[in-house]
């Protein structure tokens, strides 16, 4: 097989895992949503950990983490366990379509993103498709009579993530690895306290690793689905083009509300209709689009 197929084949693997992770979570609807990511952090750094020091670069994984970059990814593990635990919370209380249509959005907001944070220039076509975009956000909102905070704050956050890594001149194994080892003692001292009984009345919940076999196993598993997909994404992005890999993760929202509205039932309004219509079809013109001008450039570079 060639480097591009094994690639492509790895991105297949990525999307999906992300895709059909509601049914993972699923599982784990009686746990509390913290127990969840902490978890989900430590058994995440325990195989990262693993791999580094298989790959011989435990060294420099501790230069990163206590060097010049710390700030930066201090702010990503922020950003990226707020992502997490809105997107493990919307899969244990129903709401896996307003999850989904987050990850749709995600790439037009990242365009904006992109011109305000980065001075990126914004093409027409790309403008139309943020427009209709936001249009299908009103219109959403207008509909349901309230707005899919579910959905923007997903698009957001992982936009916001995106930003602080394009700024991080490290590899994205060693940064992920980083940011769960910095989350680590929060999800310690979280387990800790709650393990001792001694959280405020209002967090208070059973503790569930180590109590059933199954949950457990669960949870240690939740650090795989993590780590794994992460590192394949990696090996994906070497290989294989940036719109291929772009168009590829379309895959994953696709997933996810399939899962939402075949397996969950999850209710799917009109107004959900007409607006994920509106955002395929933003979709389309800015893939279109940027395809269109990657080949150009390509054309120029020959």
Known sequence: MSEWGKGFWAMIGVCLTWGLSPLFYHQLADVA???VLAHRTLWSLVLFLGILGWQGRLGEFRRTLFGPFLPRLAFAATVISINWGIFIWAVQAGYVVESSLGYYIFPLIAVVMGLVFFGEKLLAAQGVAVLIAALAVILLT?????APWISLSLAISFALYGVVKKSLPVGPVLSVACEVAILA???LGW??????GIMPAALAHPVSFGTDMRMSLLLAASGVITA???????????RVEM???GLMLYLNPT?????????????????????FAMIWLALAIYSASALIGQRAEARRNA
């Open 142 to 146: 207008w509909g349901l009579g309230v």
């Open 228 to 238: 794994v997909p992460l590192v394949m994404f990696s090996y994906a992005s070497r």
């Open 243 to 245: 719109s291929t890999l």
């Open 185 to 187: 003692p929060l999800a």
């Open 191 to 196: 387990l800790l306290a709650q393990k001792a």
């Open 255 to 275: 997933l996810q509300f399939l899962c939402a509205v075949l397996v969950f039932g999850e209710n799917f309004t009109r107004w959900h209709m007409i607006a």
């Open 33 to 35: 949503v913290i127990e």
